[in-house]
Structures are given as C-alpha cells and as structure tokens.
C-alpha cells in the first residue's frame, strides 16, 4: 500500500465570483468556497500528484483540505481554488482516480461488462421481484427530495427463512424507497461527510469516510464496511441512528449501473452511491465479479412502499 498526495486546483467560475460581488470580503470568501464545495462537480480541475512517505494511513478515512486564494477585497475579480487530499492506494490502483471517488468528482468512465442472460428454469437476476400490499409502485425520481431521512436497512425482503439482502431507505418515518438489489450491501458505498470552515473563510476542512456498506469477514482486509453481521466474527456496527441525524435529502440521482442519494444536517452530509467507477467486493465463495445481467436498470428497479416488510 502506498500513500499519496492529490491536488486538484481550478478557477473560480464567473457564475460563482459574480454572486460573491453583493458580499463584504470574509461573506464573499465564504460563498465562494461553500459553493466550490457544494457545486464541485460542475467545475472543471486539474490534478497533480506527489507521493507521500508516510505510512499507516487509512484507506477509508480521508483529511480533505479545501483552500482559496483571493485578494481580501469585497470584490474578487479572479481567486483560484485548491483540493489537497491525502489517499492510500493498493498495487495498480490509480491515485488521482481514487482522490476523485473519494471527492465524488466526474472521472474516467468506466463501463462494467455485465454477465450474460441465462435462459430457462435456472436463472439469476441481481434484483427480486417485490410483491405483497406493501408495495406503493415505482419511484418517481423527484419524490425524495426534501424529505428526512429516518432510517436505513440493507436487510431487507423475507423468503420464509431469512432476508435477501434488499436495501431501503425510510422517509419522514413513514414509506420506504426500495431498491431491490440481492446482498446489496456489496454493491453500495456509503461516505459520510463533516465540514469544518475556518474563522477567516480561506480554507475549508473535510473530514472524509468512505466504505462499503458491508462484506464478507473474508475481504474485510480489502473493503472494509461500515457493518457486517456474520455469527461468530467481530461485528462492525457504524451505521449511525439516521432519526437522530435528522438530515434531509438533497440529491438523487439515478442511472442503469447506479444512483446516488445524499442527505444533509448542517455541516454533515451522507451519501449512498452505487456505480462502474466504485469497486465491488467479488461474490464470496465463487470469487466471481459482482456484475450485473445484462439488460438490468438500477434506475428501473427503484420502488416506493408503505412499510418495509416486503415480500419477495
């Protein structure tokens, strides 16, 4: 394992300088890096990287340090922006696409070949079908946005004798967005987020934890989760009480090989996503790739229902 340091640097964009204009010097030094933050993802970086003799860094948890550099006037006319962020990488895993995963930032496209449709009476689709009086219907893509969230579980769906592995996620303490995906703790990361300003606005610091929602006691020394519950191991339980944590969510985003769906309190922000660019722990046992069937949609297999006791 080697450590490195990223860099990603770039103008401010005029859309963010012009509305810093209205403000006095430390309002507008705010703005600006709030929104280089929180929009980061439509301003185009540049990275550079240098590696890092350090040791023993962790490969989940990450300092993130957001700087600006500006004149102190009221009214920056130009002002640059500046991630430094420190990631420990495996053999043959790339250090800059590793820094933007953690950063979620757009990189490299990554299409995931999906394992072919098998035919007949044995078959092996990654999603349940979902049945039973809980079931509202299929998400609509706007119906989240705004509510709290109140409650996750990746130990969803009963076939009589123990659950699928399905996740869900509660609403205001009442229904429950499902995605019906088998084991789907394997499949979804989960990063929690906490922004620390400093007093003058210059810098911003983020404290960054990105895992797994869960893996097989086996691969824990490569994806280590956030919890597993297996009999006889060490259970690692984080997940925080997301009724406590009243966040509300703020994004979600569909697409065929993944989604995004991100809730906010303050300075804290949590995010599930799946994708091609988010590496997977393979299928325990058979050591085969987590892939999908070729012709399944995550973004078609969102449900809405009333409770989460689902039939399956």
């Not at 859309?15 to 507008?28: I, N, P, T, Y």
């Not at 590793?98 to 999603?127: C, M, N, W």
């Not at 229902?305 to 039939?311: F, G, I, K, P, R």
Request: hydrophobic share 40%; net charge neutral.
């Amino acid at each position: 394992m080697s450590t490195h340091h990223v860099v990603f640097t770039a103008s401010v964009p005029d859309w963010v300088l012009e509305r810093a204009e209205a403000e006095d010097a430390l309002q507008a030094r705010s703005w600006i890096l709030s929104q280089g933050w929180y929009e980061r993802r439509r301003i185009g970086w540049k990275a550079t990287r240098t590696l890092d003799p350090e040791r023993g860094s962790s490969l989940v948890r990450h300092q993130v340090v957001l700087d600006l550099d500006c004149p102190p006037s009221a009214k920056p006319i130009h002002a640059e922006l500046a991630f430094t962020v420190k990631v420990s990488v495996r053999r043959g895993e790339d250090p800059c696409d590793k820094a933007r995963r953690v950063l979620d930032l757009p990189g490299r496209t990554i299409v995931q070949r999906h394992v072919p449709r098998r035919e007949g009476a044995i078959a092996y689709p990654s999603f349940s079908a979902v049945r039973g009086p809980s079931v509202i219907g299929p998400l609509q893509p706007e119906w989240p946005i705004g509510r709290m969230l109140t409650a996750y579980s990746s130990h969803l769906g009963s076939y009589g004798q123990g659950g699928v592995g399905l996740s869900g996620w509660q609403c205001n303490g009442g229904s429950w967005i499902v995605l019906p995906l088998k084991g789907s703790d394997g499949w979804i990361w989960l990063t929690r987020e906490t922004l620390a300003p400093a007093p003058d606005f210059r810098s911003l610091r983020i404290d960054i934890d990105q895992r797994i929602l869960g893996a097989h006691p086996d691969q824990i020394g490569d994806f280590p989760p956030w919890e597993h519950r297996y009999a006889g191991r060490h259970q690692i339980a984080d997940l925080p009480d997301f009724a406590a944590e009243k966040a509300a969510i703020t994004r979600f985003e569909t697409a065929g090989s993944g989604f995004a769906l991100e809730a906010a309190n303050g300075l804290t922000r949590w995010r599930f996503a799946m994708g091609d660019d988010l590496p997977r722990p393979p299928w325990a046992g058979s050591g085969e790739p987590r892939l999908l069937v070729e012709g399944e949609s995550v973004a078609d297999a969102f449900l809405l229902a009333h409770d989460c006791y689902l039939e399956v």
